[in-house]
């Protein structure tokens, strides 16, 4: 029991006894074997978890990243006076915009 207290990891005692003391301490393993398990399940389920929570707010900033960045590109476009690329930019950000689905649902034609 020290060793489980100490490490915190699964300790297995040698049982060579059939009495109760011999049931006390396959139970002691049984509970010890449990805990272990039950500690690396909810590390595991914690982490990924965690890794998904990550992989979504990835996708989520790639697309508005980029949409912003036209923005300024569209801004910059007309500051300067450059209708040609304010357009072009304007509408890849549309199409970029309806891809990520920001906008409704259907796109018209």
Not at 20 to 41: A, H, P, Q, R, W
Request: proline letters at 1%; charged letters at 20%.
């Amino acid at each position: 029991m020290k060793k489980l207290d100490n490490n915190g990891k699964h300790t297995k005692i040698d049982v060579k006894r059939n009495d109760e003391i011999g049931y006390l301490m396959k139970t002691f393993n049984t509970m010890s074997y449990n805990i272990d398990y039950l500690v690396n399940v909810n590390y595991r389920e914690k982490l990924t978890r965690k890794e998904a929570q990550i992989k979504a707010l990835q996708s989520q900033i790639n697309p508005h990243f980029i949409f912003n960045t036209l923005e300024n590109i569209n801004w910059l476009a007309q500051l300067n006076g450059i209708n040609e690329i304010s357009t072009t930019v304007t509408a890849l950000a549309n199409i970029m915009e309806a891809s990520i689905c920001r906008g409704s649902k259907l796109v018209t034609l």
